[in-house]
C-alpha cells in the first residue's frame, strides 16, 4: 500500500508538472486558451447574482419577470456585451408566433386564504409567499366550506357530492380539476397539494409547497398551493366530519399583455458566418434557485467570461457572433425567433442551460450534458463532452488532492457556498423539456447542446432555494458553457485534421456500444425471427447514418470538404458492416431466411406515402399549446392512437409518446416514407407499428402541419 502511493506520487508530480495533463484531454482548444477561460469563470458573481432573482416571483408576463429582465439588462450591460437590449412580443392568447399561439398576461395585487373555522389561520398570503397562489388565479372574495373532492380530476370524484359555490380540495392535475370543479360542477376555487414533477423522493417531505398551473384561457377560477402536511390536516378533519370554513381573497387579472426577452450578444468578426446563441429560461415561481436562477446566471457568468477575455486580447475575437437572450421559457424563444427571421436563418448552434448549480448532496441532482436527437445528429454534444470529461478529471484530481483549487476549478471566494466536491454528471440521450426542444426541431434545426440537472427533489417546490445551489458547479458550467461556445464561434478548416480523427474515434465507440442493443433486438424471443433481424440491423444502419452525420456537421460547420471526412467515414461504414454480418448470423441460428429481412411494413401502401411540412415553424407541443389539440379538437385528439389523451395538456410530461411524437414530425422532410419514418423512429426509441407513425401523420395532415407529396 505504501510502495503504491509511492508510485502514484510520482506520476502525479510528473503529470502535474507536464501542465495540466490531467485537464488538457479535450482537443477543442489550446491549453492557453482553456487557462484563460478556465481562471476568469467565477461562480461566486453568479452565485451573488442568483441571490437577487430568487426574491422575484418571475411568471412569464408578470411584474416580477419585468423586474429580473431589468437586472439581466443591468448586469449584461456591465459586463460590456453589445447590443444590450429587452423586446417586448405582444400575447392575448390568440397571436401566433410560428406554428405557437401565444398565452396571457397576470395581474395579482393581492391574495390570502385563511382558515376561518374551526382554527382561525392563515395558510398562504401572496405577499410573502406567492408560491401558494396558482399562476393565473382569477379574483375571489369567498367564505365558504371546503370539500374533498380526492384527485378531482375525474367525474366520479363529483358524485354524491355538492361543491357548486365552495372550495374543493384535491391533488390531480390542477388545469384538469379547474375544468370539471369549477367549469363543470361550478365550485368557486381550489386548494391543491397536487405532486408536481414527480422523483423518487417525492412525498417524502410533507412539508414542500409545490407550485400550480391554472389554464390562463379559462375565464374563472383560483386555486391556492399548500403542502401535503396542510392538505392532509384538512382530510382528516373533514374526514371526522368537521366542517372546515375557508376564507379566500384574491385581487387579481388575467389577460392581454406581453412577454419580455433580453438580448445581448458579443460580435464576431464575420457577420456572414453567423450566430451561436445561448438560451435560458428567465421564468418561474419564486425562489426557483435552480430552476431556473441557476440557468440564467451561468450563461451570464458565460457571456461575462467570454466579453472579459475578448475584450482584453487574451482570447482572439470569434468569427461568428455569441447571442445571449433570456425570456419566458420555450415561449420567449419562439416569440423571439419568430419576429427575427434574419437571425432565426444564421443560427448554428444553442446552448441552453435549465437547471445546472444543484448541490447533488442536497438535491440528488445529476448533471447530464444532453445529446440532440437523432434527427439532428451533431458534434456539438461531442465538444460539450469533452469539456465535460475535462472538467470532471479535474474536480476528482482537486477532491483526491492531487490538484491545486484553481486547477480543479473549484470556487472559493464565497466562502461557504462554493463546495469542494467532485462533478457528478454524465452524457444522456435527447430528454425534452425546455428550449432546446424548439431549436432541435426539423423546421429550426439548430443544434442544442442542452445542459441540465437531473432529479432535482425540490424541482417546482418552495424548497428550490439558494441554499440548494453550489457555486463551485454554477462555476464549473459556467466555464463548460463559454468553451463550447467559443470552440461553436471559432471552429474552422484549419483544426478538421486534428478534430476529425476525435470525432470519427468518438462515433467508433459509440457504434461499438451499440451492438448490445442490436444483438438484444436479434435475439427478441418475443418478434418473429424476421422482423427481428429487420428491427437489429435498422438500428445498426440509423446508428450508422447518426455518426455519419455527426461527422458530417462538423464538416460543414467548419467549411471542409466532404472529402476530408471520407477516410473516417469509411472506417465507421466497414465497423458497421462486420457488426451487421454478426447479427445476420444470429438471425440464421434463429431461423431466418433470404440474404436480407425485408420491411415489416413493406406490403402497406399507406407506408410508401411521403409527407412534407408546411406551414409555420416549430415543433408541435409547447409549454401552454398543443398544435394538434387545438387544431382538432379534444375528440379527435383523443383518438390518435400514439398519443396519451387524459390532461397531458399542461404538463410537462416525460414518457415516450411525446418523444416518438416530436422526433416523428422532426423526420418528416420530404424524402423519407412514412415507413422510413416509423424506422427512423424504432430505431431511436424502440421499434413501433408503421400504423401508429401512419395514424400520427394522417392527424398532422389534417391539422395542416404536414401534407402529402
Ligand atoms: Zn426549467
Same mark, same amino acid.
Given at each position: 500500500?505504501?510502495?503504491?502511493?509511492?508510485?502514484?506520487? !510520482?506520476?502525479?508530480?510528473?503529470?502535474?508538472?507536464?501542465?495540466?495533463?490531467?485537464?488538457?484531454?479535450?482537443?477543442?482548444?489550446?491549453? @492557453?486558451?482553456?487557462?484563460?477561460?478556465?481562471?476568469?469563470?467565477?461562480?461566486?458573481?453568479?452565485?451573488?447574482? #442568483?441571490?437577487?432573482?430568487?426574491?422575484?416571483?418571475?411568471?412569464?408576463?408578470?411584474?416580477?419577470?419585468?423586474?429580473? +429582465?431589468?437586472?439581466?439588462?443591468?448586469?449584461?450591460?456591465?459586463?460590456?456585451?453589445?447590443?444590450?437590449?429587452?423586446?417586448?412580443?405582444?400575447?392575448?392568447?390568440?397571436?401566433?408566433?410560428? #406554428?405557437?399561439?401565444?398565452?396571457?398576461?397576470?395581474?395579482?395585487?393581492?391574495?390570502?386564504?385563511?382558515?376561518?373555522?374551526?382554527?382561525?389561520?392563515?395558510?398562504?398570503?401572496?405577499?410573502?409567499?406567492?408560491?401558494?397562489?396558482?399562476?393565473?388565479?382569477?379574483?375571489?372574495?369567498?367564505?365558504?366550506?371546503?370539500?374533498?373532492?380526492? +384527485?378531482?380530476?375525474?367525474?366520479?370524484?363529483?358524485?354524491?357530492?355538492?361543491?357548486?359555490?365552495?372550495?374543493?380540495?384535491?391533488?390531480?392535475?390542477?388545469?384538469?380539476?379547474?375544468?370539471?370543479?369549477?367549469?363543470?360542477?361550478?365550485?368557486?376555487?381550489?386548494?391543491?397539494?397536487?405532486?408536481?414533477?414527480?422523483?423518487? /423522493?417525492?412525498?417524502?417531505?410533507?412539508?414542500?409547497?409545490?407550485?400550480?398551473?391554472?389554464?390562463?384561457?379559462?375565464? *374563472?377560477?383560483?386555486?391556492?398551493?399548500?403542502?401535503?402536511?396542510?392538505?392532509?390536516?384538512?382530510?382528516?378533519?373533514?374526514?371526522?366530519?368537521?366542517?372546515?370554513?375557508?376564507?379566500?381573497?384574491? @385581487?387579481?387579472?388575467?389577460?392581454?399583455?406581453?412577454?419580455?426577452?433580453?438580448?445581448?450578444?458579443?460580435?464576431?468578426?464575420?457577420?456572414?458566418?453567423?450566430?451561436?446563441?445561448?438560451?435560458?429560461?428567465?421564468?418561474?415561481?419564486?425562489?426557483?434557485?435552480?430552476?431556473?436562477?441557476?440557468?440564467?446566471?451561468?450563461? #451570464?457568468?458565460? !457571456?461575462?467570461?467570454?466579453?472579459?477575455?475578448?475584450?482584453?486580447?487574451?482570447?482572439?475575437?470569434?468569427?461568428?457572433?455569441?447571442?445571449?437572450?433570456? $425570456?419566458?421559457?420555450?415561449?420567449?424563444?419562439?416569440?423571439?425567433?419568430?419576429?427575427? &427571421?434574419?437571425?432565426?436563418?444564421?443560427?448554428?448552434?444553442?446552448?441552453?442551460?435549465?437547471?445546472?448549480?444543484?448541490?447533488?448532496?442536497?438535491?440528488?441532482?445529476?448533471?447530464?450534458?444532453?445529446?440532440?436527437?437523432?434527427?439532428?445528429?451533431?458534434?456539438?454534444?461531442?465538444?460539450?463532452?469533452?469539456?465535460?470529461?475535462?472538467?470532471?478529471?479535474?474536480?476528482?484530481?482537486?477532491?483526491?488532492?492531487?490538484?491545486?483549487?484553481?486547477?480543479?476549478?473549484?470556487?472559493?471566494?464565497?466562502?461557504?457556498?462554493?463546495?469542494?466536491?467532485?462533478?457528478?454528471?454524465?452524457?444522456?440521450?435527447? *430528454?425534452?423539456?425546455?428550449?432546446?426542444?424548439?431549436?432541435?426541431?426539423?423546421?429550426?434545426?439548430?443544434?442544442?447542446?442542452?445542459?441540465?440537472?437531473?432529479?432535482?427533489?425540490?424541482?417546482?417546490?418552495?424548497?428550490?432555494?439558494?441554499?440548494?445551489?453550489?457555486?463551485? @458547479?454554477?462555476?464549473?458550467?459556467?466555464?463548460?458553457?463559454?468553451?463550447?461556445?467559443?470552440?461553436? !464561434?471559432?471552429?474552422?478548416?484549419?483544426?478538421?485534421?486534428?478534430?476529425?480523427?476525435?470525432?470519427?474515434?468518438?462515433?467508433?465507440?459509440?457504434?461499438?456500444?451499440?451492438?448490445?442493443?442490436?444483438?438484444?433486438?436479434?435475439?427478441? &424471443?418475443?418478434?418473429?425471427?424476421?422482423?427481428? /433481424?429487420?428491427?437489429?440491423?435498422?438500428?445498426? =444502419?440509423?446508428?450508422?447514418?447518426?455518426?455519419?452525420?455527426?461527422?458530417?456537421?462538423?464538416?460543414?460547420?467548419?467549411? $471542409?470538404?466532404?472529402?476530408?471526412?471520407?477516410?473516417?467515414?469509411?472506417?465507421?461504414?466497414?465497423?458497421?458492416?462486420?457488426?451487421?454480418? !454478426?447479427?445476420?448470423?444470429?438471425?440464421?441460428?434463429?431461423?431466418?431466411?433470404?440474404?436480407?429481412?425485408?420491411?415489416?411494413?413493406?406490403?402497406?401502401?399507406?407506408?410508401?406515402?411521403?409527407?412534407?411540412?408546411?406551414?409555420?415553424?416549430?415543433? #408541435?407541443?409547447?409549454?401552454?399549446?398543443?398544435?394538434?389539440?387545438?387544431?382538432?379538437?379534444?375528440?379527435?385528439?383523443?383518438?390518435?392512437?400514439?398519443?396519451?389523451?387524459?390532461?397531458?395538456?399542461?404538463?410537462?410530461?416525460?414518457?415516450? *409518446?411525446?418523444?416518438?411524437?416530436?422526433?416523428?414530425? =422532426?423526420?418528416?422532410?420530404?424524402?423519407?416514407?412514412?415507413?422510413?419514418?416509423?424506422?427512423?423512429?424504432?430505431?431511436?426509441?424502440?421499434?413501433?407499428?408503421?400504423?401508429?407513425?401512419?395514424?400520427?401523420?394522417?392527424?398532422?395532415?389534417?391539422?395542416?402541419?404536414?401534407?402529402?407529396?
Amino acid at each position: 500500500m505504501v510502495k503504491f502511493r509511492i508510485a502514484v506520487f !510520482a506520476v502525479l508530480l510528473i503529470s502535474f508538472l507536464t501542465s495540466n495533463s490531467a485537464i488538457a484531454q479535450q482537443p477543442f482548444l489550446d491549453s @492557453k486558451q482553456w487557462t484563460a477561460i478556465r481562471d476568469e469563470s467565477n461562480g461566486a458573481s453568479a452565485y451573488e447574482n #442568483l441571490r437577487y432573482i430568487t426574491t422575484l416571483h418571475r411568471v412569464p408576463a408578470t411584474a416580477g419577470f419585468e423586474l429580473a +429582465s431589468q437586472f439581466i439588462l443591468q448586469r449584461a450591460s456591465e459586463y460590456g456585451l453589445t447590443d444590450v437590449h429587452s423586446e417586448q412580443f405582444e400575447i392575448d392568447g390568440k397571436k401566433q408566433y410560428g #406554428l405557437m399561439r401565444s398565452y396571457l398576461a397576470w395581474k395579482v395585487d393581492e391574495a390570502r386564504l385563511w382558515e376561518v373555522s374551526p382554527d382561525h389561520l392563515l395558510l398562504g398570503d401572496w405577499r410573502t409567499d406567492p408560491i401558494h397562489l396558482a399562476d393565473y388565479s382569477h379574483s375571489a372574495e369567498i367564505e365558504t366550506a371546503l370539500v374533498d373532492v380526492g +384527485s378531482g380530476t375525474a367525474d366520479a370524484d363529483y358524485t354524491g357530492k355538492d361543491v357548486r359555490g365552495k372550495i374543493v380540495l384535491a391533488d390531480g392535475v390542477l388545469a384538469r380539476v379547474q375544468q370539471i370543479a369549477i367549469n363543470e360542477h361550478g365550485a368557486a376555487g381550489i386548494v391543491s397539494d397536487m405532486p408536481n414533477q414527480t422523483t423518487a /423522493w417525492s412525498g417524502l417531505d410533507p412539508t414542500v409547497v409545490r407550485w400550480g398551473h391554472l389554464d390562463a384561457r379559462q375565464p *374563472s377560477g383560483f386555486a391556492f398551493m399548500v403542502s401535503k402536511q396542510t392538505a392532509e390536516a384538512l382530510r382528516s378533519r373533514m374526514r371526522d366530519h368537521v366542517r372546515v370554513i375557508l376564507g379566500a381573497h384574491v @385581487k387579481a387579472t388575467v389577460g392581454p399583455g406581453h412577454w419580455t426577452v433580453v438580448s445581448a450578444t458579443i460580435p464576431g468578426t464575420d457577420a456572414a458566418s453567423g450566430e451561436i446563441i445561448y438560451s435560458c429560461h428567465l421564468d418561474h415561481e419564486r425562489p426557483g434557485a435552480n430552476d431556473n436562477g441557476s440557468g440564467c446566471v451561468t450563461i #451570464l457568468e458565460s !457571456a461575462r467570461i467570454l466579453s472579459r477575455l475578448i475584450t482584453s486580447g487574451k482570447l482572439p475575437r470569434p468569427k461568428r457572433t455569441l447571442r445571449f437572450i433570456w $425570456g419566458p421559457e420555450v415561449e420567449g424563444t419562439m416569440a423571439f425567433l419568430a419576429t427575427h &427571421p434574419e437571425i432565426m436563418g444564421g443560427l448554428r448552434a444553442n446552448i441552453h442551460m435549465d437547471m445546472v448549480g444543484g448541490d447533488p448532496y442536497k438535491n440528488k441532482s445529476v448533471f447530464h450534458v444532453t445529446a440532440t436527437p437523432w434527427s439532428l445528429p451533431s458534434f456539438v454534444t461531442d465538444v460539450g463532452a469533452s469539456f465535460l470529461e475535462a472538467i470532471q478529471a479535474a474536480a476528482t484530481g482537486y477532491a483526491e488532492g492531487e490538484l491545486t483549487s484553481d486547477a480543479g476549478i473549484v470556487e472559493n471566494r464565497a466562502g461557504g457556498s462554493g463546495t469542494r466536491n467532485d462533478l457528478i454528471g454524465d452524457v444522456t440521450p435527447y *430528454s425534452s423539456g425546455s428550449d432546446h426542444d424548439d431549436f432541435d426541431s426539423s423546421s429550426i434545426a439548430v443544434p442544442s447542446l442542452y445542459l441540465r440537472d437531473w432529479p432535482d427533489i425540490y424541482i417546482h417546490t418552495d424548497h428550490d432555494t439558494l441554499d440548494q445551489i453550489d457555486a463551485t @458547479k454554477l462555476r464549473r458550467v459556467a466555464l463548460l458553457g463559454a468553451a463550447s461556445g467559443y470552440v461553436y !464561434a471559432m471552429v474552422d478548416r484549419d483544426q478538421l485534421s486534428s478534430l476529425l480523427p476525435f470525432l470519427t474515434a468518438q462515433a467508433e465507440a459509440r457504434i461499438a456500444r451499440s451492438f448490445g442493443g442490436a444483438q438484444q433486438l436479434a435475439s427478441d &424471443p418475443k418478434v418473429e425471427p424476421g422482423i427481428a /433481424w429487420y428491427n437489429s440491423r435498422n438500428f445498426l =444502419n440509423a446508428t450508422l447514418e447518426r455518426e455519419i452525420e455527426t461527422v458530417r456537421s462538423l464538416v460543414d460547420f467548419a467549411g $471542409g470538404s466532404n472529402e476530408q471526412a471520407a477516410g473516417g467515414i469509411k472506417a465507421l461504414t466497414d465497423h458497421t458492416s462486420a457488426l451487421q454480418a !454478426a447479427i445476420d448470423g444470429r438471425a440464421k441460428d434463429r431461423g431466418a431466411s433470404g440474404r436480407a429481412p425485408t420491411a415489416p411494413w413493406a406490403k402497406s401502401e399507406a407506408a410508401k406515402r411521403v409527407p412534407v411540412r408546411i406551414g409555420e415553424f416549430g415543433p #408541435l407541443t409547447y409549454q401552454n399549446d398543443n398544435v394538434l389539440l387545438a387544431r382538432l379538437g379534444k375528440e379527435r385528439y383523443a383518438k390518435i392512437k400514439l398519443v396519451n389523451s387524459e390532461a397531458t395538456q399542461l404538463l410537462n410530461v416525460r414518457d415516450q *409518446s411525446e418523444l416518438y411524437a416530436y422526433e416523428i414530425v =422532426n423526420f418528416v422532410n420530404g424524402r423519407r416514407s412514412v415507413g422510413e419514418i416509423r424506422d427512423a423512429v424504432s430505431a431511436e426509441y424502440g421499434p413501433l407499428p408503421v400504423d401508429v407513425v401512419s395514424d400520427y401523420l394522417d392527424a398532422c395532415a389534417e391539422a395542416r402541419v404536414i401534407q402529402w407529396k
